[in-house]
């Protein structure tokens, strides 16, 4: 009988000791995937997706949606290992687009490239015009301050400094000069433009998810050379992983 006690004593204990190591197994496990939930969102590719505001741009010319997206590739260096404050560097690429009623020329007379208005019958609501786009893209070195909170709240700034590989006018529609012919072409702008780029932004969101704003600092166009425009962005950011 004592036996019996003894042994059902014994299973007693051993199943309190085991459900109480569950318990504690469970709760460092879920401690551990909370934690691994914010290690996960290191901003490693992120896709920016915006609308471009092109900024000191003459004021005849009439603007459109200005889709863009820049995708950047960066490495995470954190201030210490427990710290909240954390460093991006790495590579990028920046693509911006215009939808407008002109489109960038260089002056036959003075060199100088300027905005030129498009016929109305060409530009108007009921032309057949069906692309009018400036394409500007640079491949750039982001370096950000990252800020994340265990909760799942960041804000970055940042700046990039790049490389211009193409500015380009893209046209599909009436002949400029000639409106009983079609034209499809795309011309390259190589001369007055300036060769880099620097821009600063910023992002602040939760997790994966965030706002973004950028703004390039120097103009697209050498002074005097070009009209003094340069884009300013809005949109939303996602942290792919």
Not at 160 to 178: C, H, P, S
Not at 211 to 221: D, I
Request: proline residues 4%; charged residues 20%.
């Amino acid at each position: 009988m004592r036996f019996v006690y003894i042994t059902l004593f014994c299973f007693s204990f051993c199943s309190l000791t085991f459900s109480y190591s569950q318990e504690n197994q469970t709760f460092d496990t879920k401690r551990l995937l909370r934690k691994e939930a914010v290690e996960v969102f290191k901003d490693r590719l992120i896709v920016d997706v915006y609308h471009s505001f092109w900024m000191n741009v003459p004021t005849p010319v009439t603007q459109k949606f200005n889709p863009g997206f820049n995708v950047a590739v960066l490495w995470d260096f954190k201030a210490t290992k427990k710290s909240p404050i954390s460093f991006g560097l790495g590579v990028g690429c920046t693509f911006h687009t215009q939808f407008s009623n002109a489109q960038l020329r260089e002056s036959p007379s003075s060199g100088i490239t300027k905005y030129f208005l498009l016929p109305q019958q060409i530009s108007g609501k009921d032309s057949l015009m069906k692309l009018n786009r400036i394409t500007y893209i640079n491949c750039n070195i982001p370096l950000e301050f990252r800020y994340r909170n265990p909760n799942g709240f960041k804000f970055t700034v940042g700046a990039r400094l790049g490389l211009i590989v193409e500015l380009a006018q893209r046209y599909k529609g009436k002949n400029t000069e000639d409106a009983n012919t079609l034209q499809n072409y795309k011309n390259y702008i190589k001369t007055n433009r300036q060769n880099i780029n620097f821009d600063v932004y910023m992002r602040c969101g939760w997790k994966f998810v965030a706002v973004y704003y950028s703004y390039q600092v120097n103009k697209l166009f050498n002074e005097g050379k070009g009209p003094a425009v340069n884009p300013m962005s809005v949109g939303i950011s996602l942290s792919l992983f």
